[in-house]
């Protein structure tokens, strides 16, 4: 199996997804009416920062307070034709089962939760106050399967794993540091056999393309794209 797409727009184009799809305008109305509403939020950030700030992983784990206007996060993540991709993969593909590290303000689970109301969606923030705004959203757009899960991916991931057994399609949108990332990795994998995984913000950083490297030399992915952005691969599927 190859992936048959190497960009958003070729992938978009091969999924049969429309760039005027009436889900896309709902979703963005909400992001730009919460764009607007002048609202701060107050959080701890248990994020890489930015690659400049190089923070240690005990300062990753402790986290940092930061006070952000919500028009800068809702401006985060997925958008335009990465937005479309990511809902052209549930669309498409039809998992039964997705996982998101990183919530943020829920609109790429609200794209995957579109793309098939059929699929069950799982979903990880460690910041309350930031899941809280994703909850908003996915209420305003009437969305009913996507489960938010508020805690440090380190500290929650293992019971969601367990919980759910096998998840079909992985999104590991946070935390974009190497070993974190190589370590989601690890422990996601044993949960997705044949699954696709999509990890954002693969340039990011040194140590972002570091880690993809890592994984996708993985004897466990069967084939990948650098889609630029965003890296996809496959588990376990069989070449030919
Ligand atoms: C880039 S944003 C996610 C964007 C979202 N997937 C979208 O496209 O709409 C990353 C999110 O991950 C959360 N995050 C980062 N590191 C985390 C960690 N170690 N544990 C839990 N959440 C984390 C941040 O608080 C932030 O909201």
């Known amino acids: 199996m190859n992936i048959p797409f190497s960009t958003p727009e070729e992938a978009i184009a091969y999924f049969g997804i429309k760039a005027d799809e009436p889900d896309f305008r709902r979703i963005e109305d909400i992001r730009s009416s919460l764009r607007a509403s002048g609202r701060v939020l107050s959080y701890k950030d248990y994020g890489a920062g930015q690659p400049q700030m190089k923070l240690s992983a005990e300062e990753m784990h402790e986290g940092r307070r930061v006070e952000k206007d919500l028009n800068e996060v809702c401006g985060w993540g997925m958008k335009g034709a990465w937005a479309a991709f990511m809902y052209g993969m549930t669309k498409y593909y039809k998992p039964a089962k997705v996982l998101e590290l990183g919530t943020c303000c829920g609109f790429s689970s609200a794209y995957m939760a579109l793309g098939n109301p059929q699929s069950s969606i799982v979903t990880i923030e460690g910041a309350p106050e930031i899941s809280?705004?994703?909850?908003?959203?996915?209420?305003?757009?009437?969305?009913?399967?996507?489960?938010?899960?508020?805690?440090?991916?380190?500290?929650?991931?293992?019971?969601?794993?367990?919980?759910?057994?096998?998840?079909?399609?992985?999104?590991?949108?946070?935390?974009?540091?190497?070993?974190?990332?190589?370590?989601?990795?690890?422990?996601?994998?044993?949960?997705?056999?044949?699954?696709?995984?999509?990890?954002?913000?693969?340039?990011?950083?040194?140590?972002?393309?570091?880690?993809?490297?890592?994984v996708i030399s993985d004897s466990s992915v069967s084939c990948h794209m650098d889609m630029g952005k965003a890296g996809l691969l496959i588990t376990g599927c069989k070449e030919g």
């Open 132 to 214: 809280a705004v994703a909850a908003e959203v996915h209420k305003a757009l009437g969305i009913s399967n996507i489960e938010r899960v508020v805690g440090r991916f380190s500290d929650v991931l293992g019971d969601v794993l367990s919980k759910h057994g096998h998840f079909d399609l992985v999104f590991i949108d946070g935390h974009h540091a190497y070993e974190p990332t190589v370590n989601y990795f690890r422990t996601i994998k044993p949960y997705a056999a044949g699954a696709h995984i999509i990890f954002d913000d693969i340039s990011w950083s040194e140590g972002m393309k570091q880690a993809w490297k890592e």
